[in-house]
């Protein structure tokens, strides 16, 4: 099982890019990458089934290390203020910003990963580089979030996360990095990496609605048509990640919820969160995890790898 941790003796490699072409995207399909990818999704979404934000939970020192990385890459957006430029989006001081990430990413993960894992670190870095937005577009969106749970996924299967994290790795590590991704794309005011516009879920995530959705499985009184419901939003947002993405959008829309989240204001009409959750596993995939323009950039080496999956 992807639990256990590997032996010492494992060769790990800089991840690489192998979807070059569309055709290419069977044999993501078909990988190893994929299934691994897949059930730590799915695995996460069980684990925070019913829970609240706020709900008692264990946290190691692996997830207070993590929180502490995700806390420097917060204090740099403050050492790095947006510069004055002609153009309102795309500032450029987020090139700056993202420079001292990709000196740093080593150093950072090496303080997340323990010592006698230590070949593991250049891997893994890949991947938290990968996170945070493209340097050159100055954009982000579903790709870069989707590097960002591989990077957990890959911290779990070297065993620096455990099982008994799972509840954390959510509500204290990814509830952590959605907030400075948050911060990022207000600051230098980033484009949506390949949105649908109006017909995407959201311009920038999707990985809290899947896991939002699940936390709210069964409320005893939140139902889905609450969360366009200003007032349930603004009393429960900070219970629910899936109130906090929405309450995120109205801060940074105007006008009718119904025309700047079409595909949102469409799932309000779903009778029951388990059918939203189910929904929208099904939506990532089709839109996110099958998308040609989304999976081009996803980078495959020993620990998330391309070849098929190995049964056993």
Request: proline share 6%.
């Amino acid at each position: 099982s992807s639990e256990e941790a590997p032996p010492a003796t494992q060769n790990f490699i800089i991840p690489k890019k192998e979807i070059h072409t569309v055709p290419d995207m069977g044999k993501w399909k078909r990988s190893q990458a994929y299934a691994d990818y897949i059930g730590f999704i799915l695995t996460l979404n069980e684990g925070v089934k019913g829970k609240k934000l706020t709900f008692e939970y264990k946290v190691s020192e692996a997830i207070e290390k993590l929180v502490a990385l995700l806390n420097t890459l917060d204090r740099w957006i403050d050492e790095t203020p947006p510069v004055d430029q002609p153009s309102r989006f795309g500032n450029k001081a987020y090139r700056t910003w993202y420079a001292k990430l990709d000196e740093e990413a080593e150093n950072l993960v090496a303080t997340v990963v323990p010592t006698h894992l230590a070949a593991a670190v250049p891997e893994v870095a890949v991947y938290l580089k990968e996170s945070v937005g493209n340097s050159t577009r100055i954009d982000y969106g579903t790709g870069h979030e989707a590097a960002f749970a591989a990077f957990l996924c890959c911290l779990c299967k070297i065993g620096v996360l455990r099982v008994d994290d799972q509840i954390a790795i959510v509500f204290k590590v990814f509830n952590r990095y959605l907030e400075v991704m948050r911060k990022l794309q207000k600051t230098y005011r980033m484009e949506p990496a390949g949105s649908q516009g109006v017909w995407g879920l959201d311009d920038f995530q999707f990985l809290p609605f899947i896991w939002g959705s699940s936390q709210l499985i069964d409320h005893p009184y939140l139902e889905p048509r609450h969360f366009v419901d200003e007032k349930a939003v603004n009393e429960n947002h900070k219970d629910y990640m899936f109130l906090e993405c929405i309450l995120f959008i109205t801060e940074m829309k105007t006008g009718p919820f119904a025309e700047h989240s079409n595909q949102l204001w469409n799932i309000s009409a779903v009778p029951s969160w388990s059918k939203v959750n189910q929904g929208l596993i099904r939506m990532y995939k089709a839109e996110c995890l099958e998308k040609f323009p989304v999976i081009q950039h996803f980078k495959f080496g020993s620990l998330l790898p391309i070849h098929p999956v190995t049964s056993g």
